[in-house]
């Protein structure tokens, strides 16, 4: 599965982006999908994630992006979102997205992810 992330941008704090994550090799009707974030020096952080388990949706998110942040996923297009409001300069990273395979539900935990993206950066100004 690879996986490429677009979307992000430099933008001004309170502005909003939507970061697109399109896999290919496989679809991933069944997979977890997770977005990350990483700045220099620190180490990957979960943002929000999406899964099934028995038929139902599952959704995750961090605190620090509750209430701004939306994930989402369209199967039909192999494709996960993130939509990002009010962004705030703490939110300048690189963000990247992964799938997890044979999950049930979902999970914010770097190490369960089968596969990675290159990321993709956002950069917001005060």
């Known amino acids: 599965v690879q996986l490429a992330e677009s979307g992000g941008g430099l933008v001004q704090a309170g502005a909003s982006l939507r970061l697109s994550c399109v896999a290919s090799?496989?679809?991933?009707?069944?997979?977890?999908i997770g977005w990350f974030r990483q700045g220099p020096g620190k180490e990957r952080e979960g943002v929000a994630c999406?899964?099934?388990?028995?038929?139902?949706?599952?959704?995750f998110y961090e605190d620090f992006v509750k209430g701004r942040f939306t994930i989402s996923r369209d199967n039909a297009k192999n494709t996960a979102y993130l939509q990002m409001n009010s962004l705030k300069p703490e939110d300048t990273d690189v963000y990247y997205c992964?799938?997890?395979?044979?999950?049930?539900?979902?999970?914010?935990?770097?190490?369960?992810?089968?596969?990675w993206g290159h990321g993709t950066q956002v950069t917001v100004s005060s």
């Open positions: 090799g496989s679809t991933f009707d069944d997979y977890a």
């Open positions: 992964a799938v997890e395979r044979n999950s049930l539900g979902c999970s914010v935990i770097p190490g369960v992810y089968d596969y």
């Open positions: 999406i899964g099934v388990s028995d038929g139902v949706e599952n959704i």
